[in-house]
């Protein structure tokens, strides 16, 4: 079956500091991968997705930046992080062609003081 | 793009109790999606409903596609039921990305 992995589950960060958060996604081949971003007590906002390795699209001009390494790698990060990046992050995945659900991983709470 | 508006916003109910939840999209949609958030924040998939009815368990979905609404039912509800639901439709646009509602948070009580 398949699994996602998030981690890690809670970041505290300063102001400027880097970021990195990955997830890997098990039992699935080429899968769309998402990043979204959850503010306390609203909706989920997309920040990224990936069709496959090295493709990434954004519709959302922001601080934050993703990759793709590998097929079932996707990796969030930024430079310098601002207060504003605080949030609930999430990754998720799509089968590729064969179903429409979204699944998510159990999300990242970043905290930037 | 699409706007999505779900209600109540929020809702209590004693155990055992039924209830429905709305989601009302702008745009013609052919995929809809309902989720569940609980208190830790985990995100679980309860349906994906462009149209027509399903049930799962003491839970079912029906999306009305040419009036442009969802209905989620919970019935004889439990207090894992707490936390936020939320509908998505997919814009058929651009990204085809999930629009994700603002949720509904609903708080069973013993």
């Known amino acids: 079956s398949q699994t996602i992995h998030q981690w890690p589950a809670t970041l505290v960060q300063p102001v400027g500091s880097p970021l990195s958060l990955e997830c890997t996604v098990e039992?699935?081949?080429?899968?769309?991968l998402y990043w979204y971003r959850q503010a306390a007590g609203r909706g989920l906002q997309l920040l990224f997705y990936s069709v496959g390795i090295g493709q990434i699209s954004s519709e959302v001009p922001q601080n934050l930046s993703a990759s793709r390494p590998q097929d079932r790698q996707f990796i969030l990060s930024s430079k310098k992080l601002l207060l504003s990046d605080s949030g609930f992050y999430l990754c998720?995945?799509?089968?590729?062609?064969?179903?429409?659900?979204?699944?998510f991983g159990s999300g990242t709470q970043l905290s930037v003081l | 793009g699409i706007q999505v508006e779900q209600s109540p916003p929020d809702l209590i109910l004693q155990e055992g109790a039924n209830s429905t939840l709305r989601c009302n999209f702008s745009d013609s949609v052919n995929n809809l999606q309902w989720f569940h958030q609980n208190p830790w924040g985990q995100l679980i998939n309860l349906f994906y409903i462009p149209s027509g009815t399903k049930q799962n368990g003491r839970l079912s979905a029906t999306t009305v596609a040419t009036e442009r609404y969802s209905l989620l039912y919970i019935s004889s509800s439990q207090t894992t039921d707490s936390g936020v639901y939320f509908c998505?439709?997919?814009?058929?646009?651009?990204?085809?990305?999930?629009?994700f509602g603002t949720g509904t948070r609903l708080l069973v009580s013993p």
């Open positions: 998505a439709p997919r814009e058929e646009t651009g990204f085809q990305k999930l629009v």
């Open positions: 998720a995945w799509r089968p590729r062609g064969l179903g429409e659900k979204l699944f």
């Open positions: 039992g699935t081949s080429n899968p769309n």
